[in-house]
């Protein structure tokens, strides 16, 4: 089977060609989903073997905390949207890149199986909550109608190189890092040592630096576009030669191209929890959402 490499390559040229023009924060957006899933895949690699190797828990309870780590983040972010939505997206991702910041130092930091599990099961979440999924909102405010798909495919394409370079930076760390790792009989509540797991963690505490930098620079935006279509008829010659698949290529590059981005400020929605949630409540899309989570709930990503 053929593949079609340079078909393949204009695409996605055309792709980023669509993106010229949209406000500096989407850019700033997939700066900031790339940051954020290299902290979060970073760390949830290493966790398990974290919490027993130096907190001394048994394989089932790492197992267990690290499910409600992972519960609790979808709990939040249910419980949060009424939030989201009335202090917008700017001020959430500065909330919570800001929360994820000072939790990651903490768990850097302890030594305190408490002061672990305030921050796996209450700050940690939290901020991952006002990250990632508010990041997606950010993108169908920032783009249009002919660039939103290719928009939202580099965005996961970015948050899955995220998580491929936190895979090798554990190994890296784990391999050439391993002779200040303590192990599970020598751990004692109280003493602390840079073993590479919290080294791994440190990795993760800058990154998130930096996008608490970036987030406090984001704008509360959307995109208004206007499209000016041409109705010029097609050429004949087109039609003889047989090029109607190239025709249509250059009307779409010209949609693209005569789509002009107006970016104007965005106001939340401002109302109470109850009447948002009502709202919310009464949406068949969501209900069916809602039902697909609760099936999936068990299954690991």
Not at 23 to 35: C, D, G, H, M, N
Not at 186 to 201: A, H
Not at 235 to 264: D, F, H, P, Q, R
Request: aromatic share 12%.
């Amino acid at each position: 089977m053929m593949v079609d490499v340079h078909g393949l390559l204009s695409k996605v040229v055309e792709g980023f060609r669509s993106l010229r023009g949209s406000p500096v924060e989407i850019w700033k957006a997939y700066a900031l989903k790339f940051l954020d899933s290299y902290s979060y895949f970073s760390f949830s690699v290493i966790f398990t073997l974290f919490l027993s190797d130096e907190f001394g828990y048994s394989d089932i309870e790492a197992g267990s905390i690290y499910g409600t780590w992972g519960a609790l983040v979808t709990v939040f972010g249910l419980a949060t949207g009424v939030i989201v939505d009335n202090i917008g997206v700017a001020s959430s991702l500065r909330v919570g890149f800001l929360i994820s910041l000072i939790s990651r130092c903490l768990i850097f930091a302890t030594t305190s199986r408490a002061v672990l599990l305030m921050n796996v099961c209450f700050l940690l979440p939290l901020g991952n909550c006002l990250g990632i999924p508010v990041i997606a909102t950010g993108i169908r405010r920032y783009t249009n109608e002919a660039n939103r798909g290719f928009a939202f495919g580099l965005f996961y394409v970015i948050m899955n190189v995220g998580a491929l370079l936190s895979g090798r930076l554990v190994d890296i760390c784990t391999i050439f890092y391993n002779d200040k790792k303590i192990s599970s009989s020598s751990t004692s509540e109280g003493s602390w040592s840079l073993t590479s797991y919290r080294f791994v963690i440190l990795t993760g505490i800058a990154t998130n630096v930096i996008g608490c930098v970036i987030a406090f620079t984001m704008r509360e935006i959307k995109v208004d576009v206007t499209a000016r279509h041409r109705s010029s008829p097609p050429s004949s010659s087109a039609y003889n030669k047989g090029n109607i698949y190239e025709e249509k290529l250059e009307e779409k590059k010209e949609k693209v191209a005569s789509a002009t981005a107006k970016v104007s400020n965005f106001e939340p929605i401002r109302g109470n929890a109850r009447d948002i949630l009502r709202e919310t409540m009464q949406s068949r899309n969501f209900r069916r959402f809602l039902a697909v989570c609760l099936i999936t709930v068990n299954v690991k990503m």
